[in-house]
């Protein structure tokens, strides 16, 4: 038997679960998928940061992820940085706010860990760790 967890530190899990059919198995196998996918998005981001294009599509990556697991602070900081970088992309001449990728680092940081931690609590394993 698998244990979901009802609350995930820097989760909105009841809105989460109820935009999967009201299906918490659903929104704990797409938890298990966060985790393995993006543990090397904060190394992946960090070596595009040059790139305006590059480094849209990798916080495009997050910013919907983390939408769909309900790690909703992350997926709002990191909107705002792809809106960012569109108009830049786009030719405005637009600075990205200092705190900005510190912020979105950080909300990743916890988001991750606490999915991480608690999928390995539970028991689960990850793709490819059998």
Do not use: Y
Not at 9 to 35: H, N, S, Y
Request: proline share 3%; aromatic share 8%; charged share 25%.
């Amino acid at each position: 038997m698998m244990l979901i967890p009802q609350e995930l530190e820097g989760f909105d899990v009841r809105d989460a679960v109820a935009r999967m059919l009201d299906r918490p198995e659903l929104w704990w196998q797409a938890v298990g998928f966060f985790v393995h996918h993006f543990s090397t998005w904060e190394a992946d981001w960090l070596e595009v940061r040059d790139n305006d294009q590059a480094e849209r599509r990798c916080v495009h990556a997050i910013r919907s992820a983390a939408a769909n697991v309900g790690a909703m602070r992350l997926a709002a900081l990191a909107e705002r940085l792809e809106s960012i970088l569109l108009r830049r992309i786009a030719g405005e001449d637009v600075n990205i706010p200092v705190d900005l990728r510190a912020e979105l680092a950080a909300a990743f940081g916890l988001a991750w860990k606490s999915a991480e931690v608690a999928w390995r609590e539970a028991g689960c394993e990850l793709p490819g760790q059998s």
